[in-house]
């Protein structure tokens, strides 16, 4: 799968080298494979069979990925108009969106209504007003309040209806004749093992029953994400147990995975601008240092909030050839900005020297929330799954012969749409 990775990477540097140097030639760029995404479908599937996912267009909106998405049937967890326009405008009917997002706007609840989404969550009873007032007829998730302290990132803390409130907010919402339905949580990004969700469906029993009581019908149970590769199977398999019984038995089950879609269908290529060799008795205590043209206020941020430790790769075929030593170097990366925070990596080993003019790639670049800065382009996708070996990689710009998989219909539609922009 890699190799097709890397293939793109050189196609779109010999670009460069044909057409002479030009502003783009210092942009960091992505890669992206859409068969990564479909693997982890179906891996979805195999594991989850019976919670259908609503992938968090929040984590990446990458239009080809949204598409991939709705063509494999996901629905959509959104959190803003923005968001749930991407989405609406790739055809996708707003039965398969929710609007998950517990503290929204008034405008974008008469966006929504007038969108025809119709699923939203709550977690306050304010929020409940402003439902009355814009979006009344809505269908209504109770975001519950789920902790995990293990967590990569811990977004309870910003949202979730603890355990006390939970009845006042059923009775409120009964109160102004608001249709609740089911439940949400959300344990943050990167759990680290079932416990927070199994203490959630718990706790997601227990509100079922009150709001019962109450007559609410309920029929929807909503797991939120945290979903990550590498224990993956492992927390499918403590959730397949924990959600046989205690629901009523026509309960929908959905979850709402980004990262996990995303992540690993996207590699990063940077440009090392500039670096600086230690000299003297320096070169004993410090490595040598690597500037690129990416950093931790553009694709990196997770490596300010997460705490992730980054493994960059020489790119094969990368300026200097043969001139270059070989064997493991040591280096510190920084990135582009002026700033001292701006250290991607402090320590890395790279398989050989590096030069200025080299790239340097990044694998699972694909779940990182840019805030505003803007991204860099995607310049080639390519399709692993794909089963069409007769194609070449003319289509990626080169006539390089390719093992497996092409550039698949989807860049022909993102040719198209950029026409249209
Ligand atoms: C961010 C978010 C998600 C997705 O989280 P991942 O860790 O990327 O799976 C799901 N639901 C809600 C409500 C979110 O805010």
Redesign the pocket.
């Known amino acids: 799968m890699s190799r097709l990775i890397d293939l793109a990477i050189e196609s779109h540097l010999l670009n460069f080298k044909h057409n002479g140097l030009n502003a783009a030639e210092d942009d960091p760029f992505f890669v992206m494979d859409l068969g990564e995404v479909t693997r982890q479908h179906r891996r979805w599937r195999l594991h989850m069979p019976g919670v259908h996912p609503f992938y ?1 267009v ?2 990446n909106s990458d239009p080809p990925l949204l598409r991939l998405l709705a063509e494999k049937g996901t629905g959509f ?1 959104c ?1 803003s108009v923005e968001e749930m326009r991407s989405v609406l405008g790739l055809g996708v009917d707003p039965a398969r969106i929710i609007f ?3 503290c929204k706007s008034a405008s974008s609840l008469v966006f929504a209504r007038q969108a025809g989404v119709n699923l939203t ?1 709550f977690d306050n009873l304010d929020e409940l007003e402003t439902i009355k007032s814009y979006h009344p007829d809505c269908r209504l998730v109770l ?1 519950i309040f789920a902790y995990d302290k293990d967590a ?2 811990n ?1 309870s803390q910003k ?1 979730g209806a603890p355990e006390e409130s939970v009845l006042s907010l059923l009775q409120r919402a009964r109160e102004l004749d608001l249709n609740v339905m089911g439940v ?1 949580f ?1 344990v ?4 680290c093992n079932a416990m927070p969700y199994l203490l959630a469906i718990q706790q997601a029993k227990g509100v079922f029953e009150q709001a019962q009581k109450l007559g609410h019908r309920m029929s929807l149970l909503d797991l ?5 590769d590498y224990n993956f199977e492992q927390i499918a398999r403590s959730l397949r147990g924990a959600l046989g019984d205690g629901f009523p038995s026509d309960t929908r089950i959905i ?6 879609y ?2 690993s269908a996207y590699t990063l290529a940077c440009k090392v601008m500039s670096r600086r060799r230690q000299i003297g008795s320096l070169a004993k205590l410090k490595p040598d240092m690597l500037y690129q043209n990416d950093g931790v206020y553009g694709s990196f941020m997770n490596v300010l909030i997460e705490k992730e430790t980054i493994q960059p790769f020489l790119v094969p075929g990368s300026r200097h050839g043969s001139k270059r030593q070989s064997g493991p170097h040591c280096y510190s990366i920084w990135g582009p900005t002026c700033d001292s925070v701006d250290c991607v990596v402090n320590q890395t080993i790279i398989e050989s020297e590096v030069k200025v003019g080299d790239w340097l790639k990044y694998k699972n670049m694909g ?1 990182t929330q840019f805030n505003g800065f803007s991204k860099p382009r995607v310049v080639a996708y390519v399709d692993s799954e794909s089963q069409d070996y007769q194609k070449e990689a003319s289509c990626l710009g080169i006539p390089l012969p390719v093992e497996k998989g092409c550039v698949e219909s989807i860049t022909a539609w993102v040719a198209q749409e950029s026409l249209k922009a």
């Open positions: 968090a929040k984590c967890d959190a998950a997002n517990p969550t975001r990569l990132l977004l949202f949400s959300h943050g990004t990167g759990a939120g994400g945290g979903f990550q979850a709402e995975p980004g990262r996990y995303a992540r779940a």
